[in-house]
C-alpha cells in the first residue's frame, strides 16, 4: 500500500531523539512561519530534526529552508505531487529520530510543543499522543467553524465512548517503529480527506492506545473562505466513505454515514461555546454535513 516506507534507521552520529515531518504544497510564507516557530522550541536543536517533504510545489523552497538550517537540524525532500499522506510517509522514511512528530505547513508550535511530546513519548513509547489545535484565525468565521467542528468530534466520542478514536495529523506524535508497523498513511487518499483517521483506526484495530495531551498545542492558521469552506468538507466526505470501506475490509463496523444524535448535539454547539455570532456559526455547520454527505455519495471508488 505504502511502498515509500522503509524500515531501517539510517546511522547517525547525532543525538537526534524525534524527528517533525511537515507535508507542504506551494504554501512557502506558512512554511516559513511554521519553520520560525519550531527554531523557538525549548527542546534542544541537537535532540530533533526537522524533515520538511516538497509535495511537488510549482516554487523552489530550498528559498525558504537554508535560512533555518544554521538554527534547526533540517532536510528538504521533494517529491512529484502524490498528496499529504504520500509526503509523510516519504517524510518517516527518512526520518533519523527514534519518535515522530507531525504537523502541516500551516501551523505555528507552541514553544514547548515538541519537549512535551517528548517527554510523553519517552515515559509511554507505544502510545499515539494528540495534543490541542487552537484555530488562530478567529476573525475567520470559517476557519474557526470548521476547527470547532473538530473540536467536537474530539469531545463528542470521548464523551460517549469514553475513548478517543482519532487525531488530526497537524499535532500527533507517535514512535518510529509504531508507525511503520501499522504501515503509515493509507496513500489510497489522494488529498487531506480523511487519511489521519484512518490511520489511527488501524492504529486501535491493531490494540494500541491513543491519548490526549492538552498541553502539546499547535495554533492553525487554515485561511477559508465560503468556497473553499465548502470544498473541504465535500472532501472530507469523500474521504469518510473510503474510511468506512476500508474499515469494511478490515471486518469492523458496517458501513454507515453517522448516528442522529451527533447531528443533533451540533445543534446547541454555537450557543453552548457562547460564540459572537452563533446563527452564522450554526448555518456553517448544517452546511458543512449537508456538503459532506454529498461528498460521501459522489465517492464511487
Known sequence: MNATLKPENPEIDEPTQISVVIPTFNRPDKLKACLHSLSGQTLSTKNFEVVVVD??????????????RKHIQLRLLRQDNAGPASARNAGVAASRGRFIALTDDDCLLHEDWLSIMLRNLQSKPGVLFGGKTINQLDDNIYSLTSQLLID?????????????MFFTSNNMALSRAGFLACGGFNEDFPMASGEDREFCDRWLHDENDLEFESAATVYHRHDLHFGSFCELH?????GAKRF????????????????????A???????????????????????SQLVNVAGYFSQRD
Open 152 to 164: 467536537h468530534l474530539y469531545d463528542y466520542h470521548t464523551k460517549k465512548s469514553r475513548n478517543l
Open 55 to 68: 509535495d511537488g510545489s510549482d516554487m523552489d523552497l530550498s528559498q525558504v529552508t537554508n535560512g533555518f
Open 234 to 238: 465535500f472532501r472530507y466526505g469523500k
Open 244 to 263: 468506512w470501506r476500508c474499515r469494511t475490509k478490515r471486518g469492523q463496523d458496517s458501513l454507515t454515514i453517522g448516528k442522529l444524535a451527533f447531528y
Open 265 to 287: 448535539s451540533l445543534i446547541p454547539l454555537p450557543w453552548k461555546r457562547g460564540l459572537s455570532r452563533p446563527w452564522s456559526v450554526f448555518f456553517l455547520l448544517t452546511l
